[in-house]
């Protein structure tokens, strides 16, 4: 079989240390499993911006189209704040999304048993907890027009973004939604603000109609979005798979990275439509962002980042032997005690970023 390609992107901030130690797990892979993958390294963000003036060179997004799946750490920091808005380094990554054509976020919120005591809920609230969010990633607020700043007749300055999806966008990450509740417990929740925002409300009768003519085996729920917030901390259980529009999922994937103890948890899966091969282009990255206020000290979690290789190994590479392996060694460093910062509880032991990549490889060595 030819070596898969996979591009990295470590980004900025704590994307380039959590990165690291998903080399350390790669280098594993070839020497004990000689399983060896064709590697470009790539630059997005703020070190793109620094390297080549733009935050999404095209020699980037040249090597994202070619690949076969992508790796992206994390963009961002305050060393970019004041860009002009199209130089910032989030348009890379809001820009990479749109130009792979990735409209489908899989954002998995999945409670380790080890972790239950790091979550801020009561044990029973989330212990056991396996919810899968599914953000639209490529419409929504954050991509609608009219967008921008305006100066009006009267001196005063207007902000203008629009709330925009048409009903095929509503399909496509609708029918991505309902083909994942259908193999998980056929149970699919949307979130929108259809009491207030026309647009969901075109988003709750498109989701009605696949229900009734493509999936009538799926129980559908919908709930306002306000309501959706407050209950994935009163009960998260409640939900299997949500859906929801872009900026909606953004903020409730955020809140459900606490469920399950830290965003330095949550990984994610953003993929694009299937070609008649069946293959979709795809991106897995972190929830979390480039987290300033800790970077450069070796003590972020570089597990979401690992957990998002595993997606990928397992969605895009089908090794699905290899994905299971790393979730285990994930799951037996917790349970061995060892945390980083982020998710430590008495009595644990605090490591670093770099000794927690070592922890889990060395867990991988054991357990193959
Ligand atoms: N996907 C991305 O690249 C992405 C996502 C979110 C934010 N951002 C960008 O990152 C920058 C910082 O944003 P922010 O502070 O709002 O969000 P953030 O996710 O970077 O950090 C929020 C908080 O969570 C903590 N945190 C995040 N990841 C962690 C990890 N792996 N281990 C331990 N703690 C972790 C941080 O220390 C911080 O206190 C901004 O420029 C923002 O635009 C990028
Ligand atoms: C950095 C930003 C553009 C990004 C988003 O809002 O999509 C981030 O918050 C995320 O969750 O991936
Ligand atoms: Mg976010």
Not at 137 to 147: E, N, V, W
Not at 241 to 246: D, G, L
Not at 278 to 288: C, F, S, T
Request: charged letters at 25%; a negative charge.
């Amino acid at each position: 079989m030819a070596a898969k390609k996979l591009l990295i992107l470590p980004g900025d901030g704590i994307g380039q240390e959590v990165m690291v130690q998903v080399r350390r797990i790669i280098d594993w892979m070839g020497k004990k499993r000689n399983i060896e993958f064709e590697i470009t390294e790539g630059l997005i963000g703020g070190s793109a911006f620094d390297a080549t003036g733009t935050p999404l060179p095209q020699e980037t997004l040249d090597a994202a189209l070619a690949a076969d799946a992508v790796l992206l750490g994390a963009v961002g920091g305050p060393k970019w704040d004041d860009l002009p808005f199209d130089k910032k380094p989030e348009r890379g990554l809001l820009g990479i999304r749109k130009e792979m054509g990735l409209f489908a976020n899989l954002r998995p919120a999945t409670v380790f048993d080890a972790l239950v005591d790091a979550s801020t809920l009561k044990s029973e609230v989330v212990s056991g907890l396996d919810i899968m969010i599914v953000r639209e990633l490529t419409g929504g607020l954050y991509f609608g027009q009219p967008r921008g700043i305006e100066t009006l007749p009267n001196g005063e300055r207007k902000g203008v973004n629009t709330l925009t999806y048409t009903t095929s966008e509503i399909q496509r990450i609708g029918r991505a939604a309902f083909d994942l509740a259908r193999k998980r417990n056929k149970k699919l929740t949307s979130v929108d603000k259809a009491n207030v925002l026309e647009c969901t409300v075109l988003w709750r009768e498109e989701m009605i109609k696949l229900q009734q003519t493509e999936y009538p085996d799926v129980q559908l729920e919908h709930m306002y979005v306000d309501n959706a917030s407050m209950q994935l901390v009163r009960n998260p259980k409640q939900f299997d798979v949500m859906v929801t529009e872009n900026m909606f999922g953004d903020i409730l994937s955020d809140c459900a990275a606490m469920l399950t103890g830290s965003l330095g948890m949550l990984p994610s899966a953003s993929l694009g439509a299937a070609d008649a091969n069946g293959n979709r282009k795809a991106l897995y990255e972190p929830v979390h962002g480039s987290a300033p206020d800790i970077a450069g000290k070796d003590i972020a979690n570089p597990l979401a980042t690992i957990l998002s290789f595993s997606m990928c190994l397992r969605y895009s590479f089908n090794m699905v032997a290899e994905a299971d392996l790393i979730e285990t060694a994930v799951k037996n460093v917790l349970k061995g005690g060892l945390r980083t910062a982020d998710i430590m509880s008495p009595g644990k032991a605090k490591v670093s970023t770099t000794v927690m990549g070592e922890a889990i490889v060395r867990e991988l060595d054991k357990l193959s």
